[in-house]
């Protein structure tokens, strides 16, 4: 269990340095934005870790309170394995454009745009919804659905609370 | 049909003194309320107004804010690598037949001034080669000039007309701009070329495919927050002219230049790209051109 939750988490952290930038995106005009993406990716990073500490606190109080905490351990892990099924997938293939952009093309790149990034970070709210749905199919117990909705809706509002660090209608 | 841009209609200025002049909201509104185009008269209503006058200072702002949202476009497609792309061999051409120096690259309706800044940080193109970016709109001038002085950028950008410039420009350059050009005024736009100084233009803007209107929602829906540069953006990609109006509109208004489309198919394959590219030359310059560009001229379209 905890080799599967500890790849969820360093899935969430990458993802939580992505909402970072995905944050940070539009707000700069600059030319160099390097040190802009950077900042907000770090900050992406952080603010990652403030919620994979509260994630962790709520599953490990939710495992404490259970009345067989073996059995709730073991449908957990069932959960997350089947998320990971969802999950690493779709960071693969983002991982694969990634690759295909360093190539020096004008072409691929613009591909990878139109053809990976942008739909994807389209679907990723459901892709998010549809790998928990996947996983709690394993073990609809209540306490899963309940806490794994709360996470997930943690984990999705990031984006939109780092946004927050910019003030309305600034321009870096 | 939904093909009018916000920002075109919320800001107006005098073509002769490019004096601002006041826009009413109700106009506003009723030109979209007439198009059928809820979505417009939404945004509209949310914006600013005295006495039913648009707010300029709103709408400076919104529009500063829209463009740097919308420059994610330029970044994402990079359209300073595509324009690089064509302009060294344009500029190699025409050094190699001895054009005058400094040569003067004139952006036509820069907006913030995304290319030519990306140009100036790329420092590539030559010391005999003058950047300058001409609008109308001082909001946007201004900060295409604060951003360029932030990064230390050798560009210019001046709100002018960008044909009547003195000396005018050796070569004329717009992204995203020629389809806010419509009708006569696109023939017109072309014969603003003419002068005898000018010895090359190149238009790049969204090339219309049966799937630009969708790919262009979903870049615009997921990218952008401010419902303008959503709206404004999808309607740029439904209304951009086809080649051949282009081509056209060049001949007839810049007969003293030989034309071509540019990058409109991915290689051999019959996909579609994003943006094409319109390159007019003088005669005169055509083969160095050729010889400049190499293996590219593939991409190059029949010149007529």
Redo the contacts between chains.
């Keep these: 269990m905890i080799l599967l939750l500890a790849t969820l988490y360093v899935l969430a952290s990458i993802d939580a340095a992505a909402s970072g930038y995905a944050a940070a995106?539009?707000?700069?005009?600059?030319?160099?934005k390097g040190p802009h993406y950077r900042r907000a990716m770090l900050r992406g990073f952080f603010a990652g870790q403030v919620t994979a500490a509260v994630s962790l606190t709520l599953i490990l109080t939710i495992v404490r309170l259970s009345p067989d905490p073996s059995a709730l351990r073991s449908d957990i892990a069932r959960v997350a394995l089947r998320m990971l099924q969802v999950y690493l997938p779709f960071a693969t293939i983002l991982a694969g454009a990634f690759a295909l952009r360093t190539l020096p093309s004008?072409?691929i790149?613009?591909l990878t745009?139109?053809l990976v990034?942008?739909?994807l970070?389209?679907i990723r709210p459901l892709v998010g919804v549809g790998g928990l749905l996947w996983g709690v199919w394993a073990a609809p117990r209540v306490e899963i659905v309940v806490g794994g909705a709360v996470l997930l809706a943690l984990w999705l509002s990031l984006e939109r609370a780092l946004g927050y660090f910019y003030r309305a209608?600034e321009?870096v | 049909m939904n093909d009018l841009e916000i920002s075109d209609e919320i800001l107006a200025f005098d073509p002769e003194t490019l004096a601002r002049i006041p826009v009413r909201k109700s106009d506003v509104l009723a030109k979209f309320a007439a198009a059928s185009n809820r979505r417009a008269v939404r945004i509209v209503q949310g914006m600013a107004d005295r006495d039913d006058v648009l707010d300029p200072d709103a709408v400076d702002?919104r529009l500063?804010?829209v463009?740097?949202?919308m420059?994610?476009v330029s970044e994402?497609?990079?359209h300073g690598?595509?324009v690089a792309?064509i302009l060294r061999p344009v500029l190699e051409a025409l050094r190699r037949t001895g054009v005058p120096r400094p040569m003067r690259l004139v952006d036509v309706g820069c907006g913030?001034g995304?290319v030519l800044?990306?140009l100036a940080?790329q420092g590539d193109l030559g010391d005999d080669v003058e950047l300058i970016g001409a609008d109308y709109h001082p909001a946007l001038v201004g900060?295409a000039m604060r951003?360029a002085r932030?990064?230390d950028?050798n560009a210019s950008f001046r709100v002018v007309n960008a044909f009547r410039l003195d000396p005018p420009a050796t070569l004329y350059l717009s992204t995203c701009v020629i389809h806010h050009f419509r009708g006569a005024s696109l023939d017109q736009f072309f014969r603003c070329h003419e002068s005898p100084e000018t010895k090359a233009f190149v238009h790049i803007d969204f090339q219309p495919s049966p799937i630009a209107p969708f790919?262009s929602w979903?870049?615009h829906?997921?990218?952008?927050?401010d419902p303008l540069a959503k709206h404004d953006g999808v309607v740029s990609a439904i209304r951009a002219h086809p080649g051949s109006e282009l081509l056209r509109a060049s001949r007839e208004g810049a007969s003293g230049f030989v034309r071509a489309m540019y990058g409109t198919r991915?290689?051999f394959l019959p996909i579609p790209?994003?943006f094409h590219s319109l390159i007019g030359l003088r005669p005169e310059y055509r083969d160095a051109f050729l010889q400049a560009i190499g293996p590219r001229r593939s991409r190059l379209g029949a010149w007529e």
């Design positions: 995106a539009g707000r700069s005009a600059l030319i160099r004008v072409d790149r613009s745009s139109t990034f942008g739909p970070a389209g209608g321009v | 702002r500063v804010r463009h740097c949202e420059q994610r994402e497609f990079q690598q595509r792309e913030t995304y800044r990306w940080a900060e951003l932030l990064e950028l790919g979903l870049f829906a997921v990218r952008m927050r991915m290689g790209r994003a």
